[in-house]
Nanobody, 123 residues
Framework: QVQLVESGGGLVQAGGSLRLSCAAS????????MGWFRQAPGKEREFVAC????????YYTDSVKGRFTISRNNAENTVYLQMNSLKPEDTAVYSC????????????????WGQGTQVTVSS
């Protein structure tokens, strides 16, 4: 079993920053590529970013490039999403996911999911 637990969400004003964490347990963390997705109420789930097993390669959706940074610490079994210059349209539930294919933006390609953490960006 692989368990993923997100933390770090909250309420922040536009232009502010927030750092999300996703702690993994149950399997060898470095075996998995990791991704972040988000979903706003009434909207479809949206790909945000992913990172390969070693952490040397990353991939982002266009709307967050230059503002968000995904990283991982395999020694601590944790993946992070640093979010800067936040906008109201970033408001969503953010979930981390683990899979075996790097570079995919499709949520069906990921095997394990966390419960999500709420990020709310006010004007």
């Amino acid at each position: 079993q692989v368990q993923l637990v997100e933390s770090g969400g909250g309420l922040v004003q536009a232009g502010g920053s927030l750092r999300l964490s996703c702690a993994a347990s149950g399997r060898t963390f470095s075996d998995y590529v990791m991704g972040w997705f988000r979903q706003a109420p009434g909207k479809e789930r949206e790909f945000v970013a992913c990172i390969n097993r070693s952490g040397g390669s990353t991939y982002y959706t266009d709307s967050v490039k230059g503002r968000f940074t995904i990283s991982r610490n395999n020694a601590e079994n944790t993946v992070y999403l640093q979010m800067n210059s936040l906008k109201p349209e970033d408001t969503a539930v953010y979930s981390c996911a683990a899979g075996f294919r790097y570079g995919t933006s499709r949520w069906l390609e990921y095997e394990y999911w966390g419960q999500g953490t709420q990020v709310t960006v006010s004007s």
